[in-house]
Nanobody
Framework: QVQLVESGGGLVQAGASLRLSCAAS????????MGWFRQAPGKERQFVAG????????WYADSVKGRFTISRDNANNTVYLQVNSLKLEDTAVYYC??????????????????WGQGTQVTVSS
């Protein structure tokens, strides 16, 4: 089973950029589809971005298209989320998730069965 550890969050001003990382343990990382979700205080967890096991396909929430980029490095068992032009409403805990099987419906949390502990991103004005 893969285990996930996120890093790279922090307190930044609006308009800034961050790169979130998710390091995975285990030898089977390259077989997992990966996703990023976020949860703001008092709100439900929401999909941010997803990437297929081989990196060939990516998906984004409409709210982050053009600002966020998901990528993966299977040689180093890591998935990234480059977040640019941060807005106040991007403030949330960002979670990395892994799911096995065909890369279908990666915008749904049910596509994933392993989750990290999250990294906090706080955007100030």
């Amino acid at each position: 089973q893969v285990q996930l550890v996120e890093s790279g969050g922090g307190l930044v001003q609006a308009g800034a950029s961050l790169r979130l990382s998710c390091a995975a343990s285990g030898r089977t990382f390259s077989t997992y589809n990966m996703g990023w979700f976020r949860q703001a205080p008092g709100k439900e967890r929401q999909f941010v971005a997803g990437i297929s096991w081989n990196g060939g396909s990516t998906w984004y929430a409409d709210s982050v298209k053009g600002r966020f980029t998901i990528s993966r490095d299977n040689a180093n068992n890591t998935v990234y989320l480059q977040v640019n032009s941060l807005k106040l409403e991007d403030t949330a805990v960002y979670y990395c998730a892994a799911g096995s099987g065909p890369p279908l419906r990666l915008w749904a949390s049910t596509a994933y069965n392993r989750w990290g502990q999250g990294t906090q991103v706080t955007v100030s004005s």
